[in-house]
């Protein structure tokens, strides 16, 4: 996402026009991704198979479907928690509490699932309705976005996030004004970020493995293995909920189109492309190269983990005894820098670790596709940015301190590389 700027003198500004491009861009090449991976020849560069209609976009149970679907994880949300969380302090000093009940919320749709299951719920079904579903989801996400602004007008400045009253309605639209938006004590972005999106993307997989098993007898390894580490990332990232409390998404970004369309629309039904391929496109996966795919994804796990759980250990309290003798530079801002660790190695390496484990969520569909590859494509692209965005603010907030940890840890992602 485009740092917030305001329209130039002559109409909408480059950084406006390229965020309402993408406003139609990437629910188009949502789109596209679900047509090619059913296609015969899943070229994801090539046409897609036909230009869907409004029949094939637009189902009434797919509504009701995901209305059900959204209705269940806002009533998990609001069931008691075994903790409440406080965020970080907002610009009039106060701070927002939230529950930490999502592993609760992931375990009970679990039950809930496999009792619907056992009584006859024909989960496989899902597999053929991922197009309209996508399509709600995305209409959700634009009426959602639309309340979200016009709630917006009437919320103190303080409310509004960084550069979330950049004067221009179409780019206050797109990226967000406000940075916490509630209703009482329901904040719709923690609740969007990590429930109806992420757990749906697992119960997608799950219902794509339920269908091959249908098809074909049984799943596939392959299927098992995307399923496995996609399920083990989901899990740890409600486990690890109150993590979230301090990524830029909730303490810097505004809630707006980009956002919900990631949360709701673009994470369940992009980020399970790869089981959708397998689905249509079995794959032969033998047991050595199973093990080797394995091991990736444990480095990989290994290092996000590690350095995620390393920088919120540290940030909550310095002095805690497993990062208590990590080197550290002092900013004027009182915090400190990290500067050996995980995260001196290099400046980014939850990033690193993330794109380990992306890579192997690709490979169990062979190398004859480029289609199951697009997440790791995609995700490199949004790394990048996210990066170079962060680094920016991080210059802002630390000045020459941050200098001179670029100095002593010069490479942002890739140890010698990037
Ligand atoms: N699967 C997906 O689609 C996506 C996954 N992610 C993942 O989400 C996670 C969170 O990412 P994100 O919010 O982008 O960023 P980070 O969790 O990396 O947070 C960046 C912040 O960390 C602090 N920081 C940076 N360097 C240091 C240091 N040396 N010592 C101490 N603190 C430091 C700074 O904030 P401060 O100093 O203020 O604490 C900086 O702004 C990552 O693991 C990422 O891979 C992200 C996007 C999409
Ligand atoms: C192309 C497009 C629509 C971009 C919007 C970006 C969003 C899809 C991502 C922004 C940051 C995200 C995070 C996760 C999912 C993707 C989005 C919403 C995340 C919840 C995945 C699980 C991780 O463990 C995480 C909790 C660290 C992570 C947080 C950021």
């Not at 179409?170 to 972005?189: A, H, T, V």
């Amino acid at each position: 996402m485009a740092q917030r700027r305001g329209p130039g003198p002559r109409g909408l500004s480059r950084e406006t026009r390229g965020a309402a491009a993408l406003m139609l861009l990437l629910p188009a090449t949502m789109v596209h991704l679900l047509l090619v991976a059913r296609s015969g020849p899943a070229r994801l560069l090539g046409p897609p198979p036909y230009l869907p209609g409004l029949e094939a976009l637009w189902s009434p149970r797919a509504l009701l479907l995901w209305l059900t679907w959204l209705g269940l994880q806002a009533a998990l949300y609001l069931l008691p928690a075994r903790k409440v969380a406080e965020g970080q302090e907002l610009k009039d000093k106060s701070t927002l509490r939230y529950p930490i009940n999502g592993f609760q919320a992931l375990v009970l749709t679990a039950l809930l699932v496999t009792l619907g299951v056992l009584a006859g719920l024909p989960l496989e079904e899902l597999a053929e309705m991922l197009l309209p579903l996508a399509f709600v989801a995305t209409l959700t996400a634009f009426i959602f976005s639309l309340l979200l602004y016009l709630k917006a007008l009437l919320a103190p400045t303080s409310a509004l996030a960084p550069g979330g009253n950049s004067g221009n309605p179409i780019y206050d639209f797109i990226l967000g004004r406000e940075l916490n938006p509630r209703i009482g004590s329901f904040d719709f972005k923690y609740f969007c970020e990590l429930r109806p999106g992420l757990i749906g993307w697992v119960l997608i997989n799950l219902a794509l493995l339920m269908k091959e098993a249908e098809l074909r007898g049984s799943p596939s390894l392959a299927m098992w293995l995307v399923n496995g580490f996609q399920l083990l990332y989901v899990g740890d990232a409600l486990w690890q909920e109150e993590a979230i409390l301090t990524t830029m998404d909730i303490t810097h970004d505004g809630f707006g189109f980009m956002l919900a369309f990631g949360d709701l629309a673009w994470v369940p039904f992009t980020y399970s492309l790869q089981a959708q391929f397998l689905l249509y496109h079995p794959q032969p996966l033998g047991w050595p190269m199973a093990s080797v795919i394995c091991l990736i994804n444990a480095v990989g796990f290994y290092i996000f983990r590690g350095a995620n759980t390393q920088k919120n250990t540290f940030r909550k309290n310095p002095s805690d005894p497993r990062v208590a003798d990590l080197e550290t530079i002092p900013t004027a801002t009182g915090r400190q820098l990290l500067v050996s660790g995980w995260w001196g190695m290099v400046r980014h390496p939850n990033y690193l670790g993330d794109l380990i484990m992306a890579l192997a969520w690709s490979l169990p569909c062979g190398t004859s596709h480029l289609l199951p590859y697009f997440y790791l494509l995609y995700f490199t692209a949004l790394l990048v940015h996210r990066e170079d965005r962060d680094e920016r603010q991080c210059l802002q907030k630390y000045g020459l301190a941050w200098r001179d940890y670029c100095r002593r840890v010069p490479y942002r992602i890739v140890p010698y590389i990037y």
